[in-house]
């Protein structure tokens, strides 16, 4: 049990909860377990009168009454203190589990962008849902049954060795064939729900992929290819739930046969014992009660070993993801002031996950307030530059100022907050447009809204929709068209004010004369930010206070478009067939 250590937590956070659950379990099952005595008494009062030892009749009646009344007290009381303590604790198992959900979610929020190139989607649902849900039995159901398994066999035992100490260890000798069982089949079981897991994240993970992809897997006619994929995913995973619940099937069984054992043993020997005069009639009743009442605690043993088990298997996935350290890491609690000026001095980013080398030896500098145009083939290093200005990335060589302060050396969430990102592959969420634009600053007005869709030329498409901005876009906005989606992207960006306005070949899927109302716009709002624009076409950028040219991580041309579109180069080839194109 080292993985669910990590845990262990939990126990000292819920500890009146549990120690109330726990106080509460005992008295319930002490309370039960009196029962039998009451049921021997009957028996014996009337074993008695049945041999004359006593004569009246109503004494008799009187016992049987007295203890009739006392056994269903003590059951009523017994049920409403187990509901009791079922609330105390398998409620706390729920608390654990929203507390342990959070835990994981904010640790996924720390990671760096490296570890999500690492990880699939499906494996990071899974660990946060299926798996949090294994370890929320084992602070439920596991506790609760293992203590009252502890405290029924301790209470039981006791009651037993006071009535015969014979008849006890007689009625125990199937206790060493459980205790080797348990200890086999519980490294079993844990074995086989790790694989169990490891292949239910499989089985998520093509099911996302399946439900991200189908427009191409319908494009491309491939459904049938789909299904068989997953079918075959499926029943991988199948046949490894069929091989961990045949294991647990197993023990059950065994259980009931060995309590079915000892009762015969309490049956044979505690006659013997009955007809030598050691116990009466009542004390043979009392031990089958006995034995019957730890039918469920010892035979519950195998199904809380699993649970244990497969906890343990589970929390030691989700460790993985815990022990991870974020490569970005804030290295200051203090808000740092953020300005437009970026520099970059000999910069070179080799990514370790393909190791490409994507900058090689970058110097540039940007004031605050201009504004910087990126040009370049696929693969030039475009996106790089952002991402490092974002810090979703660490420089591998050279540093990186925004002013004239080390990029690692500033807050990072102050950073990233006063960055507008507009991705080239825009992503919207499942929500209304008007959410989706407040993403870029929750507190803005309706007025702020319609103010940043206007800038963005969205404006006039949102107020054609049946539903206005309260449009409900589907997965990824998938309702809306390429050019919507960036538009809506520019709004988000544009609503949050920043200080540095990064525009990542965002206007590739609007057509140019729609690209030169934004542009237009953009303009005249960005006066005092520095904006970097990132583009294939010279005319999102021919506007801009500085160009550099990529090509292969490298730094080909610099200058502004007067200059550039004079001298022989990719960027005086480029602009004059676009020029051509357009004509």
Known sequence: MKALKQVNKYFTKYKYRYGIGVVILIISNTLKLQIPDLIKNSINVSDEFVKGLITDKSIVTSELLLNILLIIAAAIISGVLTYITRQKIIVTSRLVEFDLKNEIYQQYQKLSLNFY??????????????????????????????????????????????TDITLTLYTLLPLPILSVMIYYLSRLIHKKTTIVQQYLSKLTTAAQETFSGVRIIKSYAIE??????????????????????????????????????????????????????????????????????????????????????QAEASQNRINEFLKEDPEIKNNTKSKTIISGDINFQNVSLTYDDTNITALKNISFELKQGKTLAILGMTGAGKSTIINLIARLYDTSEGSITIGNQNITKLNLDNLRQSIGFVPQDAFLFSDTLENNILFGDENATSEMVIQAAKDAYIDHNISEFKEGYQTFVGERGVTLSGGQKQRVSIARALIKNPEILILDDCLSAVDTETEEIILKNLERVNKNRTTIIVSHRVSSIKHADSIIILDKGKIIQEGTHAQLSKIKGFYKDLYEQQLLEES
Do not use: H
């Open 117 to 162: 190139k690492k990880n699939r989607t499906g494996d990071l649902m899974n660990r946060i849902s299926e798996d949090v849900s294994k370890v929320r039995m084992y602070f439920g159901p596991a506790v609760m049954y293992s203590l009252n398994t502890l405290v029924s066999i301790v209470v039981t035992l006791i009651l037993m060795i006071r």
């Open 224 to 309: 049938p290819d789909t299904i068989k994929l997953f079918e075959e995913v499926s029943e991988n995973s199948k046949q490894k739930n069929i091989e961990l619940y045949k294991v647990q099937a197993f023990f059950f069984p065994v259980m009931i046969l060995l309590i079915g054992i000892s009762n015969l043993v309490v049956i044979y020997v505690g006659g013997l014992r009955y007809i030598d005069g050691f116990i009466t009639l009542g004390d043979i009743a009392k031990f089958i009660l006995y034995v019957n009442i730890l039918t469920w605690p010892v035979a519950v043993l195998g199904w809380m070993t699993s649970i244990v088990q």
